[in-house]
């Protein structure tokens, strides 16, 4: 299947590097991706402690300069703990301005003022009003995601974000990381699709085979249409190498059979910790296990995707 070039925006690393460790290895990842058909890539990093994240930033900011990177997705920490997935539970915290402004300094000392795209965050933190001002402030779009909070919270908050930023904020890989939808409690999901159906929010899905059954991903796009969906790979440290022992953030991660998980003592049923596809096998699956209209999916993994970054 030929495909345009593809927006990949929440991507954690590929060939055995996580983005943000180092700046040769961060490179070798996004040349990977960039070879697998992604024309612009955000790099995503998970939570950490402020000084670990200073650091990361400082490291990719220059390749965003250099535009091998179209930007920098902060996953976190600002994440509820119910809903870590594989974020490590101890650096997990209520957001902290300081480290927004201290991020966003390292990136204008590297050249790239503008290098922080989007920022995922719980909105039942104390806090987060003021962490969304403070994003807009600085033209980063909020993302909630990682989230135990009810619909009300969410659809609120999503109501909240469109109106301080002025443009459609994003939900976190859809699904993942939230309580599963409940007919009684319909939770983060229930929010985010009534938003997305009516425009007001883009919802990120990890469309890899292991994060979401094929008829859930067909039920999204048939419910709020591919404008209001970006594809996005979650890829972490193992695209592109084989199963074993690999990391993501501070935690340790197994990939036995492609699906990566927490280290768990062998018994299986660690967090699934990102996948390992890029944004081109999630869009192969999408059309041909899915059995979604290839063009469908391409709005998902291009246009729409692009247009976050445009506005
Ligand atoms: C980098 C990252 O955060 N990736 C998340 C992971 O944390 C979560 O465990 C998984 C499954 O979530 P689920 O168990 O809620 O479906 O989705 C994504 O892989």
Not at 198 to 210: H, N, Q, T
Request: aromatic share 2%; with cysteine.
């Amino acid at each position: 299947m030929a495909t345009p070039p593809l927006v990949d925006l929440h991507c954690h690393g590929a060939l055995g590097h996580e983005f943000g460790r180092d700046t040769d290895g961060s490179s070798r990842a996004a040349a990977h991706h960039r070879a697998g058909g992604v024309g612009t890539l955000v790099a995503s990093l998970v939570s950490g402690r402020p000084d670990t994240l200073i650091g990361q930033v400082a490291t990719l900011a220059p390749l965003v300069a250099s535009g091998e990177l179209a930007g920098i997705h902060l996953e976190g920490p600002f994440l509820s703990e119910e809903r870590r997935g594989a974020h490590d539970p101890s650096v997990l915290t209520d957001p902290d301005l300081a480290l927004v402004e201290s991020l966003v300094a390292t990136c204008a000392e590297a050249g790239a003022p503008n290098a922080l795209v989007q920022w995922t965050f719980a909105p039942e933190r104390t806090g987060s009003g003021e962490l969304v001002a403070a994003l807009a402030r600085h033209g980063i779009l909020p993302a909630v995601g990682h989230t135990d909070a009810s619909a009300e919270v969410v659809t609120s908050m999503l109501a909240s974000i469109a109106d301080t930023c002025g443009r459609p904020p994003l939900v976190t890989h859809l699904f993942n990381g939230m309580p599963p939808f409940h007919h009684r409690a319909g939770g983060p999901v229930a929010a985010a699709l009534a938003a997305a159906g009516r425009g007001e929010c883009v919802v990120e899905l990890i469309a890899d085979g292991v994060h979401l059954s094929a008829d859930v991903v067909r039920m999204v796009f048939e419910t709020v249409g591919p404008q209001h969906i970006a594809l996005v790979s979650d890829a972490m440290a193992a695209t592109g190498l084989g199963d074993g022992a690999y990391t993501i953030g501070t935690l340790e991660v197994e990939v036995a059979d492609g699906v990566a998980r927490l280290a768990d003592g062998g018994s299986g049923r660690g967090s699934i910790a990102g996948s390992t596809s890029t944004l081109a096998d999630c869009v192969r699956w999408a059309v041909e296990v899915a059995g979604l209209p290839e063009a469908d999916v391409l709005t998902a993994a291009t246009t729409t995707p692009a247009s976050i970054l445009a506005s």
